[in-house]
């Protein structure tokens, strides 16, 4: 699987730049498949999520980047289930949460909408996927 948040469509679910999306299903291929060394094939993915009070911290496989975009697609989680938006910054392969909103976060999610345009990349410049640290369900 290959991360397209950052170049789709509201509209559609096709992303309209098939040439970035061409490229990025090649590298994959050519890293994951045929073993071709020096190409970045996936964007950062999460690995763990750690809470000190009211601010989460987010650990990546890599070091992040928005190109100088404002991170807008967190969301940080109360303990009653409802989400609501996190000022995020980057550290490293860190993101540091904080929600004026959420005093006690339970849980964290990043591009977790019908549609976003994607703004964290590796350093390669491939976006991150969406995802959520919480598993519970769709009622929530």
């Known amino acids: 699987m290959v991360s397209?948040?950052?170049?789709?469509?509201?509209?559609?679910?096709?992303?309209a730049n098939k040439r970035v999306a061409g490229e990025r299903l090649a590298y994959f291929a050519l890293k994951?498949?045929?073993?071709?060394?020096?190409?970045?094939?996936?964007?950062?993915?999460?690995?763990?999520?750690?809470i000190k009070g009211p601010t989460v911290e987010l650990?990546?496989?890599?070091?992040?980047?928005?190109f100088g975009k404002e991170l807008k697609w967190f969301a940080l989680c109360r303990k009653d289930h409802k989400f609501y938006p996190a000022k995020a910054r980057i550290k490293g392969k860190r993101i540091i949460l904080v929600s004026g909103e959420v005093?006690?976060?339970v849980a964290a999610r990043y591009g977790f909408k019908n549609f976003v345009d994607g703004d964290l990349?590796?350093?390669?410049?491939?976006?991150?996927?969406?995802?959520?640290?919480?598993?519970?369900?769709?009622?929530?």
């Open 59 to 66: 650990t990546y496989n890599e070091s992040l980047t928005s």
């Open 103 to 105: 005093a006690e976060p």
């Open 32 to 50: 994951e498949t045929y073993g071709i060394e020096g190409i970045s094939a996936r964007g950062p993915e999460y690995l763990d999520m750690k």
């Open 121 to 140: 990349y590796n350093l390669h410049g491939l976006p991150a996927s969406s995802f959520r640290t919480d598993d519970w369900g769709e009622k929530h």
């Open 4 to 15: 397209l948040l950052d170049v789709g469509d509201e509209r559609t679910v096709h992303p």
